[in-house]
Each structure stands twice: as C-alpha cells, then as structure tokens.
C-alpha cells in the first residue's frame, strides 16, 4: 500500500545556541508535527540539540553532481576573493 | 561512446575512492557497489531491530528499576539504530516499507547472534560485554566507509553503542560480588554466548567470498578473521578482571604473535543458523512481522489524520 507511506523528511539540528542548524538525517512522519516529535526521540536522545528544524525531503531544491563543476565554476577563478591574494609588507600591522 | 562515458565514470568513481573520499547519495557508482551497500546496510538494520527482542524478553523482569531504565534506553538505543541504517539504505534507491517486507518474508538476513535464546538476567550483561563489544568491533572501522550516509549513520551508532557495552560490564561486575548462585549465572550466561559472539565476524576469510571487493571499495577495512582476532585480545584481560573463565581450552597468549591464540568455532553450527535452524528464528521473524501487522491500522490511522489536517488548512 504505497499511498499508506509516509513522506520522508531531512532532520536539521541546532547542537548550542550560537551554532547553525546542521543536517544529521532522515526519517519519516506522517505529518510536520510527528516529523519533529520522531526527530526529538531519534536525534536527541543524548541533548545533542536545543533547536530542531524538520522539511520534507521533496521540498528541497539542491545542485545536480552532474552539473557539480560548472554549477561552481564561477567561483573557482576568483582568486582575487580570498585575503592571500594580496602582498602586504610583513612589518604593516594588524592586517 | 556510452561505453567510453562508464569508463570516464568508472575512473572518477575508483579516484575519489582511492583518495579516502566519500561516495555521496546522488554520485555515480557501479551498480554492484550499490547493491553490496544495500545488502549490508539493509542486514545491518535489520539487525538492530531485532536485537531487542533478546533483551525485550527481560524489561518487565529487571530486577530494579535502575535496571529497567538502562534497558529501556539501550532497547531504544537499537530501536534508533535501526532507523538511522534504514535511512541511509534509503539513500541508495530503496524504500524502508520494501526492506521490512523483504526481512519478515525472510529474504533478508540479520545477525545470527540473535536468533539465541536470553535465559537467565545475566544474559542482559553478557550481550552488553560481548555481543555489543564484537559489534564495535565490527564497527568501528565502518565509521570510515566510503559511501558517507553509511559511515555517518556508523558514527552516530558508535558513540551510543559504547555505553550498551558498559552497563552490560557493570550488570556482570554488579553479579560477580554477589552469591555463588549469581556468580554461576554469569559463568553459565558467558559459556552459552562466548562462541556465537567469535561468529559474529562471519566465516573465516577463506569463506567470505565478498570480502576483497568489499576491501576495495573501502567499505570494509579489515578482514573476518582480523577482526575476531583484535576482539578475542580486547576482551581476555576484561574476562580475567571479571573473574570468569572462556569456555576455549585453546585460549593460551602467543609470545610471538603479541595476540591469544583461540579454538575454531563451530562453524556448522553457524550455517544452521543462517538457514533459520537456530533456536529462536522463528520466534523473531514472527514477532516482527506481528509487531508490522498489528501497527499496520496505526499507519493508516496517522495518514489519515494528516490528509484531514491538511484539508482543514486549504
């Protein structure tokens, strides 16, 4: 009974206040509320977190590996973004 | 040119390999990696679902309410392993609801460990000591496995899987002081376990067909027989602080080879079990498929709360 599945949800936890919500899995609910009391009982059983985030897997809108080079490509001859590109005398302070 | 584009990705796939990377969900990958790490996950989690009924048999008969707590919280520990290995099994292109039905139909396997009987309490601290030390064993290189939702599942078990081995010591040390009586439980309950423990590791590395591609694909990174060697050395000096005795006459520490020499196990007695002669096959896969059936009008219950809800917000 395939319609009697359950729709698959990522898991988002907050470790500590002041960290990001960082992605530890997947699970499935029948629905948001159920999503997020699974996701207590599965990914928190330890006080691993102090905030959860739970969205359906479906809604998520990601990248292709296929596509993974010129998808980043525009950032990778820009090397004039990062602070090593740029000479400073070593005796110039506190930059 | 199809046949030189799977060469091109063949290539990409062995390199990031080669290069102790992670494979990832959506990445290329030979069909019949995919469908080893599916086995192996799928048996994995297997596995931890049904190993607590073992354990499941002594809740409402814990000699404290201590104990109790400790059991229900491993019980749930194996419970939430389960779900994890499902959930990164699931990354590979199949569907949890496919894999139970493929366990309780009996075309997937789970450990043989389980398909022994739990006697006496101090079973609940021999499979802590035992059972769930060679499963560290077992995994703890896993956390290293090159497809990443695996080895990360594998890091999250892990760090629980540790507190499952020392309550079962501190159960075991907690009877060792006690009467002659319980000391005697313990003996008997390490007696029962202590060989099917030495088979978790699977047949030894001339009958494990698998093990070399599996070596290759760095989703194993020790042999069977490496493995049960490291556990059979970690666990003799926590048997000796114990005070028990290893039912192996063959046990004797090999100067040369810095490790204990140990017996060969029964290895018939594991193809039994792996064809559903054990004890307790029966009696595991029909509570799981029971635990299925019974909850099914749950599950349905929970989708249709969740369409009403949804039409109430439309």
Request: hydrophobic content about 40%.
């Amino acid at each position: 009974m395939s319609d009697m599945s359950w729709p698959l949800y990522e898991v988002f936890v907050r470790p500590r206040r002041g960290l990001n919500h960082v992605h530890v899995g997947s699970l499935h609910a029948a629905d948001d509320r159920m999503a997020l009391l699974a996701a207590r009982d599965l990914y928190t059983r330890r006080n691993e977190g102090v905030s959860l985030w739970v969205v359906r897997s479906s809604d998520i809108t990601a990248s292709t590996p296929d596509e993974k080079d010129p998808f980043f490509e525009p950032a990778g001859d820009k090397v004039y973004r990062h602070p090593t590109f740029y000479d400073i005398p070593e005796d110039v302070p506190h930059i | 040119m199809v046949q030189q584009e799977q060469s091109a990705l063949e290539e990409r796939f062995d390199a990031v390999v080669a290069a102790e990377q992670r494979i990832e969900p959506r990445d290329w990958m030979p069909d019949a990696y995919r469908a080893t790490l599916i086995r192996q996950i799928a048996q994995h989690a297997h596995s931890e679902i049904i190993g607590m009924q073992p354990e499941g048999n002594w809740l409402t008969r814990a000699p404290s309410l201590r104990r109790k707590a400790i059991l229900l919280a491993k019980a749930q520990d194996e419970a939430g392993h389960g779900l994890y290995l499902y959930a990164a099994a699931e990354t590979l292109g199949v569907d949890r609801a496919e894999l139970t039905e493929k366990l309780i139909s009996g075309r997937q396997k789970y450990s043989s460990i389980f398909n022994y009987p739990t006697l006496s309490f101090a079973d609940v601290g021999v499979i802590g000591w035992l059972v769930d030390g060679a499963a560290i064993c077992n995994q703890v290189p896993l956390c290293r496995c090159s497809y990443g939702p695996y080895a990360r599942a594998m890091v999250r078990v892990c760090k629980e899987e540790s507190f499952h081995q020392r309550q079962g010591y501190e159960l075991l040390m907690t009877l060792m002081r006690g009467t002659e009586g319980q000391r005697r439980m313990v003996q008997d309950a390490v007696d029962r376990w202590w060989w099917p423990s030495l088979m978790m590791f699977g047949p030894p590395d001339g009958d494990s067909p698998n093990t070399a591609q599996s070596m290759v694909w760095r989703i194993k990174r020790h042999t069977n027989d490496e493995l049960r060697q490291r556990f059979v050395d970690m666990t003799l000096p926590q048997a000796e602080h114990l005070g028990v005795t290893l039912p192996d006459p063959a046990l004797r520490w090999n100067e040369e080879r810095g490790s204990w020499d140990f017996g060969e196990p029964d290895w018939s007695e594991l193809q039994q079990v792996i064809k559903g002669n054990g004890p307790c096959n029966t009696q595991r896969i029909d509570r799981r498929r029971a635990a299925h059936e019974d909850g099914a009008w749950v599950r349905e219950a929970a989708v249709a709360y969740a369409a009403k809800q949804e039409e109430r917000n439309v």
